[in-house]
């Protein structure tokens, strides 16, 4: 569901067009209590299209923002439909493309924020496993994981891992049915992407030398495939035989 929220005369005006213009949409003008209200909106997930002040805007969600990984996409535009802003989760959530679409629709000026976000991402994926882990289980806990996020096997660019993983024969086949190119690490180029982590496991440093497998190899793999800052775009997520991140860097 795609709610407009109108705060003025001028806005109701271009709130009605929007509403006539996008199916599956509902107008909302000075909804009261306003707060309660977007904020439930928000988290229902639906997508918010506001026609009033960015101030506005965020100082009534910043209660219930959560990540950019689940929060629903925000889009900010002035009463007179010059302006459209992509506010919150622009990447992940689709708000920066949806902007574009509106832009392109009210013929009104795209204002994107987001670092390099006319540029492609290089999507990067990094494993850990327990020795001789079966495939099914690296294959399975792949495929999941990119269906979090909302991508293909095609979209990956290569499989990452630790060095001590170089000879795992099921994480070499898995890179050989997707046909990417399987490379790894050593311990001490992985813990250079240490500050990037979203979790520190000392059981796995004090087994491999690094706080995080997965993560740091899809870290270290998006900055060595484009020379830019890498960031997590998945988490870690594991099976009892096998861990999985993604992460994605930008060309520069």
């Known amino acids: 569901m795609i709610r407009i929220i109108a705060l003025t005369d001028a806005g109701l005006a271009l709130g009605k067009q929007l509403h006539a213009a996008l199916p599956h949409s509902q107008l909302h003008f000075k909804p009261q209590p306003f707060a309660d209200v977007v904020q439930g909106y928000f988290r229902e997930g639906d997508a918010l299209l506001f026609i009033c002040a960015t101030g506005i805007v965020m100082r009534t969600l910043a209660p219930v923002i959560a990540s950019k990984h689940q929060d629903p996409p925000v889009l900010v535009m002035d009463e007179l439909g010059q302006f459209v802003i992509p506010l919150l989760s622009g990447h992940e959530g689709g708000a920066n493309q949806w902007g574009l679409e509106m832009s392109e629709l009210m013929g009104a000026q795209l204002v994107m924020t987001t670092a390099n976000a006319y540029l492609n991402p290089v999507y990067t994926l990094g494993m850990g496993c327990e020795r001789h882990c079966p495939l099914p289980y690296l294959e399975d806990l792949m495929l999941q994981g990119l269906a979090q996020i909302g991508l293909t096997p095609e979209q990956v660019s290569g499989l990452y891992s630790i060095d001590i993983k170089a000879d795992e024969t099921h994480l070499i086949e898995l890179a050989r049915k997707y046909q990417w190119p399987f490379i790894t690490y050593s311990a001490h180029a992985l813990s250079e992407v240490e500050p990037l982590l979203s979790t520190r496991s000392d059981y796995v440093f004090k087994t491999v030398g690094v706080y995080g497998v997965a993560e740091s190899a ?17 988490n870690k997520i594991k099976n009892t035989k096998a861990t999985c991140a993604v992460a994605r860097s930008y060309q520069v």
């Open 218 to 234: 899809a870290l270290v793999g998006a900055r060595s495939r484009t020379g830019a800052s890498p960031e997590l775009c998945l």
